[in-house]
């Protein structure tokens, strides 16, 4: 089954493609809105690309990575692209998705929430290949995604 996994950032999204049944990543990028668009129209290319992509490699089940609700810094780009990435999830052929905070993502891969973030941090090592070259958004993301798969 295919999966997929995002972690929203102020300027854009990092999404990872999991395959659970082989247990590989097969792709993680960037979606990267361009400098010169307004909010409206940012929004818009994240929506408009998640769901190229969601088509692309028939994604099944999703999850994003959200906001921790005692974040200090509220960022409402980024919650805004949370929300735009909820409603191209409902408006695809997606079959479920999850809305995720690091203690509902480490209970889907029932793993422990220092484990997480260790994991996140690089500290911990998860078995999943090239995960050493990825960084903690890029992290974020895969795991997202294998939680995906524990619908």
């Given at each position: 089954m295919i999966t997929i996994g995002?972690?929203?950032?102020?300027?854009?999204?990092?999404?990872?493609?999991?395959?659970?049944?082989?247990?590989?990543?097969?792709?993680?990028?960037?979606?990267?809105?361009?400098?010169?668009?307004?909010?409206?129209?940012?929004?818009?290319?994240?929506?408009?690309?998640?769901?190229?992509?969601?088509?692309?490699?028939?994604?099944?089940?999703?999850?994003?990575?959200?906001?921790?609700?005692?974040?200090?810094?509220?960022?409402?780009?980024r919650v805004q692209i949370e929300g735009v990435v909820q409603e191209a999830f409902a408006s695809s052929t997606v079959s479920s998705f999850y809305v995720g905070q690091i203690s509902s993502i480490s209970r889907r891969l029932e793993m422990d929430r220092k484990n997480f973030k260790a994991m996140i941090s690089?500290?911990?090592?998860?078995?999943?290949?090239?995960?050493?070259?990825?960084?903690?958004?890029?992290r974020e993301a895969i795991l997202c995604a294998m939680g995906a798969a524990h619908v």
């Amino acid at each position: 089954m295919i999966t997929i996994g995002i972690r929203a950032q102020p300027l854009g999204v990092v999404f990872a493609i999991y395959d659970s049944e082989k247990r590989i990543t097969v792709n993680v990028e960037e979606i990267k809105i361009p400098a010169a668009f307004g909010v409206p129209e940012g929004l818009k290319y994240v929506r408009s690309n998640l769901l190229d992509v969601l088509r692309e490699y028939k994604v099944k089940h999703a999850g994003v990575r959200v906001t921790e609700p005692s974040a200090r810094g509220l960022n409402i780009q980024r919650v805004q692209i949370e929300g735009v990435v909820q409603e191209a999830f409902a408006s695809s052929t997606v079959s479920s998705f999850y809305v995720g905070q690091i203690s509902s993502i480490s209970r889907r891969l029932e793993m422990d929430r220092k484990n997480f973030k260790a994991m996140i941090s690089g500290e911990k090592d998860s078995g999943i290949e090239g995960w050493a070259e990825q960084g903690a958004l890029q992290r974020e993301a895969i795991l997202c995604a294998m939680g995906a798969a524990h619908v």
